[in-house]
């Protein structure tokens, strides 16, 4: 086994094909838990990409790691405890991040420093400061960044944001969306119930992919947000409401359960002219249904889905348009500081408005 050492708002242009020598896209791994091992599944599977570095706190993590995720990988990739030397040893093209949430901030910016370009997981941070500093720092560097949210990577999505952009059934008018997960027991003695690493509870972990879906469907900024959540008994939010008033009118209810045996998740979007049902946490169902039609049964959905580390390639590449980006970063997390804030004060809270 090779190792190493064991001591803002618009897509980013690539540079050049991000492609090292052997004509593949050399990807690091930073951050080697449990979500790491789907990424590593996708990666490994993806003939323009070669595994090229992985790097976490202790090396026999990152050996647990190779054995149980890439045990038929070729060549091994090189494992490091020190991000820095990963980065001036193996020079990544690009780099997939999966640390806990609060240090994605200093994460993504080393990264881009080190002239990677990054896919990062959900959420992209876990302040707005920290967000719009993030994304300057990608406009300045120019690489690809692109949020591992699932649902803007399937057609069910993408066909449901035309709808509304196009006004095909009039305009938008409310949306109420649900999700629920064994989440509590789950993550019982795990870092994501710890808030100096998690920066939240659930609203902030899965409860991110349903968030995302709301603000990314409809593209509008927030102008006030009403929450309540119940710890129940914890250091971070397991359940919590939220309502939000969006500039343009539009209206929203969301709850993110975290103490519920059977998982599922649903977003029902109301329009003048009709409504849409669609799946907000992973974007696998749609139904659509018209004024004078009813359900529209099987509509025509262009496109295919993707996982977010695809399409993160193909964006490297050239030959894909990013789905996400630091705006998304930027939104979600002006909405979860919102919510935090209404939530400890009892009040509607107003995102913070920046020129």
Partial sequence: MSAGPAGADQLAVPQGTGKGPMGKVRVAILGCGGMAGAHARRLKA?????????????????????????????????????IAEMYAEAKPDAVVIVTPHTLHYEHGVQALEAGCHVLMEKPMVTNSDHAHLLAAKVAETGKVFTIGYNTPCTPEFRYLRDIVRRKELGKLETVTGWLTQNWKR??????????????????????????????????????????FVDNQGTSVD???????????????????????PSDGAGMYLSFEEGRVEID??????????????????????????????????????????????????????ELMDAIYESARTGQIARPKQRG
Wanted: hydrophobic share 35%.
């Fill in 186 to 227: 789950a993550t019982q003695g795990t870092w994501r119930q710890e808030p100096s690493l998690s920066g939240g509870g659930q609203m902030y972990d899965s409860g991110a992919h349903l968030l995302n879906s709301l603000v990314w469907t409809v593209e509008q900024p927030i102008a006030e947000v009403l929450a």
């Fill in 280 to 333: 907000g946490w992973g974007g696998n169902w749609i139904r659509v249904f018209k004024r004078g039609e009813g359900q529209i049964k099987y509509p025509l959905i262009p496109g295919k889905s993707q996982t977010p580390d695809d399409n993160f390639i193909d964006a490297i590449l050239g030959r894909a348009e990013a789905q996400t980006s630091p705006r998304n970063g930027i939104q979600q997390s």
């Fill in 46 to 82: 993806n003939p323009d990409v070669e595994i090229v570095a992985l790097s976490d706190v202790g090396l026999d993590r990152l050996e647990a790691y190779v054995e149980k995720h890439l045990s038929d990988y070729e060549p091994k990739p090189a494992l490091y405890v020190d």
């Fill in 238 to 260: 397991i359940n919590g409401t939220v309502n939000i008033r969006f500039q343009d009118g539009t209206l929203a209810s969301i709850t993110i359960v975290g103490n519920c």
